[in-house]
């Protein structure tokens, strides 16, 4: 009996032993499968030969993928721009010396000891956390400008301290991480800044010259033989056209340093607005037999500085008439909506305003530059037609003798190129925003505002509504294809 129990067991133990075996070898093919994918049955060798041969590969692999990420890792620490690797809880896993400068990280936030740590608790920049969420959660590249205000720990450091202009590239990885390329815009910045105020400096100093020259030039207009008037005529149209460059100039000049704080808030119907601007524009509009089409409600109250939006209008459809084929339309659109995510993180109802026209619409390298100041497209959008009436500015040297008529007649004058670089600017005062493209269906210019419909506290408005009409609507225009109309 002693016999037959010690044989039963000796068979159990060679069972399970062949069965581990039989399950080791197993595994290890797995192993070697996943790890090559390759037909182990094919080799001579064992798998454990094999297994050993494949992991000294392996760990030369390793080796030399470990030797690029060195690499990778020089390259972008000499990088002038900086540089953030986040996981995807959003910690800190690496970055470079330039971006620990820029974040004012010092010391270096992680070793390689430490744990990552969230973004937030090393640099207090929401904005730089809404633009890694934006790239990780929209799979693509994302771009973003912000103020970043450095925060130190030591008080007295607080008030040395300055902020500057970040632009930061998101770029979506592998495994929900996301890297960041950072950069300091804080001298393009100044640089510009130091151009707008050289300009409105020098609008300044010439204002008043321009103006004594225009009352010069009005005084000898009616003292002079019909035969001169047309030099005369084209030196006050010249004048007038310097003097809305000036003025242009002038506006941007306050609009910048003052932003929202100078507007003057009051209920508009913007409907209305529309209209009252192109009647203003009626008789340009009638020269080319151009028609308004207006789509959108009758009525839409509004709360904006009623004055500078109707500026706006008139430049839009200014040059929408401009540059509109004759017997064509000048389409306005009116609605409510939500602002556009890519361009306006607010979920806020707000009214967009588009204009567009059956014209040749921006050329695609134009249009990220068309909001520019001083940017001219081609010459065929940078130049009044031959028409327009900067050639009836000296229409009266034409009826004077042959001798002096071909002197007299002007050239074609330029647009100031500052027309939607003032649109911009009023716009993104009002806290909107304004989007330039061609029409899918017409194909011509397609310029898209948007302004939130509850805007500000309106200011208490001192001028009564009659007189402020009066002087939007019913001022007379000495040049209805003046200069200040914008390119």
């Known amino acids: 009996m002693g016999i037959l129990d010690f044989l039963l067991g000796l068979l159990i133990g060679l069972g399970l032993l062949c069965w581990q075996q039989v399950r080791q070898r197993q595994r290890l093919t797995r192993l070697l499968r996943e790890l090559r994918a390759a037909d182990v049955e094919t080799s001579p060798f064992s798998a454990t030969s094999q297994l050993a041969l494949t992991v000294a590969r392996q760990q030369r692999v390793q080796q030399q993928l470990e030797a690029e990420v060195s690499t990778y890792r020089s390259i972008l620490e000499a990088a002038p721009v900086g540089y953030l690797h986040l996981d995807d809880e959003n910690r800190l896993v690496w970055c470079n ?83 960041v390329f950072l950069e300091s815009r804080q001298e393009a910045v100044q640089l510009r800044q130091q151009l707008d105020r050289w300009a409105s400096d020098v609008a300044h100093e010439l204002k008043t010259p321009l103006t004594s020259i225009r009352l010069i030039a009005e005084t000898l207009q009616t003292r002079l033989d019909p035969a001169l008037r047309g030099w005369v005529n084209r030196l006050i149209g010249e004048s007038i056209r310097l003097s809305d460059l000036v003025q242009d100039l002038l506006d941007l000049a306050l609009i910048d340093r003052e932003s929202s704080q100078c507007l003057h808030l009051r209920q508009v119907n913007l409907p209305d607005l529309v209209q009252a601007a192109w009647l203003n524009l009626e008789p340009l509009s009638r020269k080319k037999q151009v028609q308004l089409s207006y789509q959108g409600p009758e009525s839409l109250p509004v709360q904006i500085d009623e004055a500078r939006i109707y500026r706006v209008l008139m430049n839009l459809l200014d040059n929408s008439i401009k540059y509109s084929p004759p017997w064509e339309t000048v389409t306005v659109r009116i609605s409510t909506g939500l602002a556009e995510e890519s361009t306006h993180s607010r979920p806020e109802t707000g009214v967009w305003l588009e204009v567009f026209d059956a014209g040749t619409g921006f050329a695609e390298q134009d249009l990220p530059h068309v909001f520019e100041r001083f940017y001219r497209a081609d010459p065929a959008r940078s130049r009044l037609p031959p028409n327009r009436s900067a050639s009836s500015e000296a229409s009266n040297a034409s009826h004077s003798n042959s001798s002096h008529s071909s002197e007299a007649e002007p050239y074609h004058r330029t647009s100031s190129g500052l027309g939607l670089a003032i649109v911009r600017q009023i716009v993104e005062a009002h806290q909107g925003m304004v989007l330039a493209s061609n029409h899918p269906e017409t194909g011509g210019a397609w310029l898209r505002i948007w302004l939130p419909q509850d805007g500000l506290e309106p200011e208490p408005h001192k001028q009564p509504p009659d007189e402020l009409e009066i002087k939007l609507y019913e001022e007379p225009r000495a040049d209805v294809g003046s200069a200040s109309r914008l390119e």
């Open 97 to 179: 010396s330039e971006a620990r400068s820029l974040l004012d990280l010092t010391p270096a936030p992680l070793n390689q000891s430490e744990s990552p740590r969230l973004l937030l608790e090393l640099v207090r920049s929401y904005e730089l956390d809404d633009l890694v969420e934006q790239a990780r959660n929209s799979k693509t590249l994302c771009q973003k400008d912000w103020v970043f205000y450095p925060v130190s720990p030591d008080v007295l450091q607080l008030t040395r301290q300055r902020s500057y202009v970040l632009r930061g590239y998101a770029v979506p990885m592998p495994k929900q991480h996301v890297g």
